[in-house]
């Protein structure tokens, strides 16, 4: 009859279903009891790069509507979108697109649109969800996202 693993680092114990998890466990428990847990920092205090690398993963679009929500006015979004070399026209750019143009004129207000399109997506994949609907809004491409 299998119970289990239990992985054991000095005093430390964890008993899961699998040797993988059994690992992890031991690991995050020694992390806890040493103070090493690392709390997330705010989006607003990551530098331009760990902002990137933070929101790069997120294979979403950014419209201009996720701009207007957070407060930045017509006239900002246009210069913005016109300085970095993203079609304003478009009212929608990828986030990769976005992230790169945030790298060469990083602004908050950009900061602000980049982390509201996040919020947005993850309030539609959990509305789909709890529906009962596939994880992917029907206008989506056919890749996973990777939320």
């Known amino acids: 009859m299998d119970r289990g693993y239990i992985a054991r680092v000095g005093n430390t114990h964890y008993h899961a279903r699998s ?3 059994a690992i992890a466990g031991v690991r995050r428990k020694q ?3 040493t103070g090493e847990t690392v ?3 705010s989006s607003y205090s990551l530098t ?3 902002f990137v690398r933070r929101y790069l993963r997120y294979d979403i679009t950014v419209t201009l509507d ?3 929500e957070t407060g930045s006015c017509e006239f900002g979004i246009r210069s913005w979108c016109d300085a970095v070399g993203l079609d304003y026209e478009a009212a ?3 986030m990769a697109a976005v992230l790169a143009g945030f790298r060469r004129m990083p ?3 950009v900061r602000r649109a980049v982390m509201h399109a996040v919020r947005e997506h993850r309030r539609l994949m959990r509305k789909t969800q709890a529906l009962g609907g596939p994880t992917t809004p ?3 491409e056919e890749e996973p996202c990777c939320v």
Do not use: C, K, L, T
């Open 19 to 21: 040797i993988e998890a």
């Open 31 to 33: 992390r806890v009891a």
């Open 39 to 41: 709390a997330r920092r």
């Open 48 to 50: 331009i790069d760990e």
């Open 66 to 68: 996720d701009a207007r």
């Open 92 to 94: 929608e750019a990828p």
């Open 107 to 109: 602004m908050i207000e």
């Open 138 to 140: 029907a206008n989506a």
